[in-house]
């Protein structure tokens, strides 16, 4: 009996991952024949220091608070299971004075249930006002800002499904615009000990015309696995991820390779890259868990003398 109920959990696990992950072929590629320039760019950015030194391969990896973001069924797990609350804050540098800050927390309900909050901004300061040739005639900001409300839930022993709707709101000089965002996640961990696949949409929803000029945002699709094992001579453990990233506005999916080593619960170091992707390649970065405070910085080398990006994370968990 318990091998019946067993086998058909998997069977429904492989089933919603595989739909996720495959995408719904046909309405993928209508939105892909529809998508046009998008905008929001931020929303394709990670948002915390531990994804960006991992090449942002979370899909799988990912727990708690940041869960917000990459894939709403990783709140079902913390990042320290007999924690039940976490608090994250994350501050980026990136290209040409782009900032990016990410606030967000997560709470759990008993075995089943989780909710996350998220705020989400990034901010591009002077940037030029040329009408023609010559001396700049002043500089202005554009802002970007996302606030979301996330909950998940534990269908059954390694079986989670997450839900994220986040409002959002792009100004650039005076003009603005505002729309609706929908993540959809799943997680399943029931296959083979230590081993999570995981898959996401992201972005699905609509933005109002932005002088009177369609915004559409960067829908799309992540899908990857990550593996964790042990390591007693660390007295810590290794996490390996990989992740396929599709963005329907763009030709070429990314794939996002990660590593993690933890030693002793207290130090770690990683490292990732991104193949397919424009502007990131390598990735480094490490950390530092004391109690239930914990510091994770990544680096990011970006390509065509972009220069480089530095994320910075702190977490509270209780």
């Known amino acids: 009996m318990q091998h019946t109920v067993r086998a058909h959990l998997m069977a429904r696990a492989t089933a919603i991952i595989l739909l996720l992950a495959l995408g719904l072929p046909g309405t993928i590629s209508s939105a892909r024949a529809a998508a046009g320039a998008t905008g929001l760019a931020f929303l394709k950015l990670g948002v915390s220091a531990r994804g960006v030194a991992m090449g942002d391969a979370m899909a799988g990896a990912v727990r708690g608070a ?37 606030l967000g927390a997560r709470f759990s309900f008993g075995e089943r249930h989780a909710l996350g909050v998220s705020v989400l901004t990034t901010t591009v300061s002077d940037i030029e006002i040329r009408t023609q040739p010559g001396e700049a005639a002043g500089t202005f900001s554009s802002r970007d800002l996302g606030i979301g409300l996330s909950y998940c839930y534990t269908i059954d022993t390694g079986l989670r499904a997450g839900l994220t709707a986040r409002y959002l709101y792009e100004q650039i000089l005076v003009d603005d615009a505002q729309g609706l965002g929908v993540d959809l996640g799943v997680q399943y961990d029931g296959f083979l000990e230590g081993l999570t696949l995981g ?38 453990a290794v996490v390996l991820a990989a992740d396929v990233e599709d963005i329907f506005a ?24 991104q193949l397919g992707s424009e502007a990131r390649g390598l990735s480094l970065g490490g950390g530092v ?24 994370t702190v977490r509270v968990e209780f």
């Open 66 to 102: 940041a869960s917000t973001f990459y894939n709403p069924a990783g709140l079902g797990l913390g990042t320290a299971p007999s924690l039940n609350s976490e608090f994250l804050f994350m501050h980026k540098e990136w290209i040409q004075d782009t900032r990016t800050d990410f």
């Open 199 to 236: 898959a996401a949409l992201a972005n699905i929803g609509s933005m109002a015309d932005f002088r009177n000029d369609p915004l559409k945002l960067p829908a799309l699709i992540r899908a990857g696995a990550a593996y964790r094992t042990d390591v007693p001579d660390l007295q810590g």
């Open 250 to 273: 763009e030709s070429q999916p990314r794939v996002g390779l990660g590593a993690e080593c933890s030693f002793r619960g207290i130090f770690l170091l990683r490292a990732g890259y």
């Open 289 to 312: 868990q004391y109690g239930v405070f914990g510091v994770d910085y990544g680096f990011s080398r970006l390509s065509n003398d972009l220069g480089n990006g530095h994320t910075i």
